[in-house]
């Protein structure tokens, strides 16, 4: 059976884990590796840890702090941020990360996802998708990079397509306009990605209810669920929300 996950991400900046809006404006909540722990041990299906600064700062990725996040956790971790090569890939693979996300430099090179899927196997490929509306492209979704601060006038339907063309395993569509708003995920951009290819979509960006979970389930199509605020600070249990979503007829693991 595919089960819907409720995915946690861990933002990290600097080896702290952080939250903001709009992928601005961030604050220190705690440390990722005590969150990671909390998380598995409170019934979480995976954990997403987001390095949120290392592109930006053209550097790699903080091995020490998601080797601290991978001691406290008994549940598969994906880790994206400044991902640049396949060497990169094969370090945090060799550590015990199950998955890799790659945003910018797929990119700035998308052969870099077919190299990496034909080494690692699609599977421990994840697109990470950051998007904007836009007018300037026929969906309405354009690809932004760096964080979510420069716009590369790709449609990210079309993008979304190519990356699973390439071999991606998986997609995390990300809205900059909804992100750390609490007031629920981008549903018709999440829609038209999950829509348009036959690989998981991760919705991401935006969930302040249990009602915007279910949402980009059945009116988004995704297949998983990412969170971050709604879980760091509180607002609802991981029970809560398998509870919500099992409610609504969506099969969760248990």
């Known amino acids: 059976m595919n089960y819907t996950h409720v995915i946690p991400c861990l933002d990290v900046k600097n080896g702290k884990l952080v939250k903001g809006v709009n992928f601005v404006e961030l604050k220190d909540v705690g440390d990722p590796a ?21 592109t930006v700062e053209n550097r790699d990725t903080i ?59 699609g599977e421990k ?10 007018k300037t492209v026929s969906s309405g979704f354009e690809v932004v990079v760096n964080a979510g601060t420069k716009p590369t006038g790709i449609d990210a339907v079309e993008w979304a397509k190519k990356m ?15 992100d750390g708003t609490l007031n629920g995920y981008d549903i018709p951009m999440t829609k038209a990605i999950a829509g348009a290819v036959g ?26 669920v990412l969170v971050a605020s709604i879980a760091h600070f509180g607002t609802f249990s991981v029970a809560q929300m398998k509870e919500h979503l099992a409610a609504k007829g969506i099969a969760v693991k248990k």
């Not at 941020?81 to 396949?86: K, V």
């Not at 390439?166 to 990300?174: D, E, I, S, V």
């Not at 969930?207 to 279910?214: D, M, P, R």
């Open 164 to 178: 699973e063309d390439f071999g991606a395993g998986a997609l995390l569509p990300t809205s900059m306009d909804a």
């Open 199 to 224: 690989i998981p979509v991760t919705a991401s960006g935006g969930a302040g209810k249990l009602e915007h979970l279910s949402q980009a389930i059945i009116e988004g199509l995704a297949r998983h």
């Open 63 to 121: 091995r020490d702090a998601v080797k601290r996040t991978l001691e406290r956790c008994s549940i598969p971790l994906t880790v994206g941020g400044g991902i640049r090569s396949t060497s990169d890939i094969e370090a945090l693979l060799e550590i015990g990360v199950a998955k890799v996300g790659i945003n910018t430099a797929a990119v700035k090179n998308p052969e870099l996802i077919r190299e990496a899927a034909s080494a690692f196997g």
């Open 125 to 134: 490929i994840v697109v990470a998708i950051d998007t904007k509306s836009s």
């Open 34 to 54: 005590e969150s990671a722990a909390a998380y598995s041990a409170a019934g979480a299906d995976e954990l997403v840890f987001l390095d949120i600064t290392a």
